[in-house]
């Protein structure tokens, strides 16, 4: 097989006369080629006679069969660059080489693929090689063609020609006419409802069950901050601050699984009460039960402390900050309200309610302060015109403990010491004294200390710290709480504080224990 190839690569050389280096180089890989073929003759002469000999040193030696190939593979290529093709000396010689070989690669595996197809196989038949075609009659082609595009044009024909029959006799059917409009099929309407049957993906978040999946605890390196008072969220980087009463807060990074600490602030003799992260993600802030708050920049890592102003003996162990980062409102003292300049941190006024403010929160559009008291009125009052635009009654409330409002602006809710939470319309309670609620919440009996939406306004997360596991995840639309959160034994501890991620992905939930535990929320794909 060998020689037939290259006399053929010799007749082609022989037809340009200029190219003898080409001659050269085939006529002494024929003579090498000739010597190898008439060794190979020889020794297979000499193994018929000792067959039984072969047959033991084969079986002795079958373990070594890989390693032995690998060597006669190495041992082709070493005689096939030392004595064969080598490596073209002048620009003539590699022209010539490029021209007829295609590279001195492409010809070693040429000459391997041809020693592949003359050795012998297990059976002890010797591979033929396929036969190729000596050329190609486009007539053939044209005539397959030509048949099958007949085929195709006689089937159109024959099925054009029953569809006019059909439609003389019985005329054209309705469900044959595109432009109809399509009618609500029963059966469509069963593999709706029928879930198992048809399931397809929705965007809103279903009732019943959530799919959660509990991942590290969020302070797993740290664990040193007490009683976990605040867990704020960066709103663009996947970043978390949670601060506690032992005066320590941690930077973390949230992935789930490694939650590296990033940095840690330790304020002495200051037991963090409240903690708010600006609209913009720059700066962090923490009060306390002190005359004095501490301001801390996470651009530059600065920290800077800041005495209150104004009269009365009022702390910043309760406050918010408004959406739009202007304002800063802080409970005081005998119902007092004080709202300061959220940049210059200078203080605009005092408002005065009729009870002591136990909660407060702004709505998104920073247009109005929510005021929850320790009676059960919650006032309501309009930054813009600065006073109060209505104080309504929370229903069934005798002691309100917290509020909060969704990011859409829509839902407010109330919390009790009681353990009901109230969920009103945003529109109603800014004109209604006795709003009736769109929706009870009474699954815990213990006062709610913490509550957050999500940032579709899908979900309300409540929680009370007086007893273990008290934490409650609502559906907004059906107002029924999640049957399958809190977990068996998901060990959750005393909840102090609950908080969704920007994206709603992640909850997180800390505790009195010093842990804050952190939830992959699968229906949201986003951080």
């Known amino acids: 097989m060998g ?4 006399t053929c ?67 082709i290529f070493a005689q096939l660059d030392d004595h064969t093709i080598g490596k073209p000396r002048t620009d003539r010689e590699k022209e010539l080489m490029s021209l007829v070989f295609g590279g001195k690669s492409e010809l070693v595996n040429n000459l391997l693929n041809e020693g592949e197809d003359s050795e012998e196989e297990d059976g002890g038949s010797v591979a033929k090689p396929k036969r190729k075609a000596a050329w190609q009659d486009s007539d053939d082609e044209r005539d397959e063609d030509y ?35 399509r009618e609500v099929d029963s059966d469509d309407e069963i593999l709706k409802t029928v879930g198992h049957v048809v399931k397809g993906k929705s965007s809103e978040l279903a009732k019943g069950e959530i799919e959660l999946k509990r ?14 008072t605040a867990v704020n969220f960066h709103p663009t980087s996947m970043v978390a601050v949670m601060a506690g009463k032992n005066g320590l807060a941690s930077i ?10 990033l940095h840690t602030i330790g304020l002495k003799n200051f037991k963090i009460a409240c903690c708010r992260m600006t609209p913009d993600g720059n700066e962090v802030l923490f009060g306390s039960f002190r005359k004095f708050y501490h301001v801390y920049n996470l651009i530059s ?11 009365g003996a009022w702390t910043m162990k309760n406050f918010d900050m408004s959406k739009c980062g202007k304002y800063l409102a802080v409970t005081g003292g005998y119902g007092e309200i004080h709202l300061l300049d959220g940049r210059s941190k200078e203080l605009l006024t005092t408002i005065q309610q009729k009870n002591c403010c136990y909660s407060l929160c702004f709505t998104p559009d920073s247009k109005y302060l929510l005021c929850n008291s320790q009676d059960n009125d919650v006032s309501i ?32 809710a109330t919390g009790n010491r009681q353990g009901i939470v109230n969920i009103y319309l945003l529109e109603k309670i800014l004109k209604e004294k006795y709003p009736s609620p769109e929706k009870t919440i009474s699954n815990l009996t ?16 409540i929680a009370s710290p007086e007893l273990p596991d008290a934490v409650k995840l609502v559906h907004m639309k059906s107002g029924t709480v999640f049957r399958n959160f809190p977990m068996m034994k998901s060990a959750l501890g005393h909840v102090t504080r609950v908080q969704f991620s920007p994206g709603g992905g992640y909850l997180a939930l800390g505790n009195r224990e010093s842990v804050v535990s952190l939830f992959r929320v699968k229906h949201y794909e986003n951080y």
């Open 252 to 261: 973390v990074a949230v992935d789930g699984t490694k939650n590296e600490k």
């Open 446 to 461: 213990t006062s709610i200390g913490s509550m957050a939406f999500n940032a579709t306004s899908e979900l309300l997360a």
């Open 301 to 311: 890592g600065a920290s800077n402390t800041l005495q209150l102003k104004g009269d």
């Open 3 to 6: 020689l037939e190839i290259f």
């Open 381 to 412: 009052y309009h930054l813009e015109k600065r006073r109060f635009v209505n104080v309504f009654t929370d229903e069934g409330c005798v002691n309100g403990s917290c509020i909060a409002i969704c990011p859409s602006g829509r839902f407010v």
């Open 147 to 181: 048949r099958e595009k007949k085929s195709r044009l006689e089937m159109k024909a024959t099925v054009r020609k029953q569809r006019k029959n059909f439609e003389k006799i019985v005329g054209q059917p309705k469900w044959a006419d595109l432009d109809r409009e």
């Open 215 to 228: 991942l590290k605890n969020l302070n797993r390196e740290t664990k040193n901050e007490g009683e976990i």
């Open 9 to 75: 690569f010799e007749n082609r050389a022989s037809e340009d006369t200029d190219d003898a280096a080409i001659q050269q180089i085939l006529s002494a890989y024929k003579r090498d080629l000739e010597v190898e073929l008439k060794s190979e003759e020889d020794e297979s002469d000499d193994g018929s006679e000792q067959s039984e000999e072969v047959g033991v040193k084969q079986k002795e030696d079958s373990e070594d069969d890989d390693s032995t190939d690998k060597g006669e593979e190495e041992d």
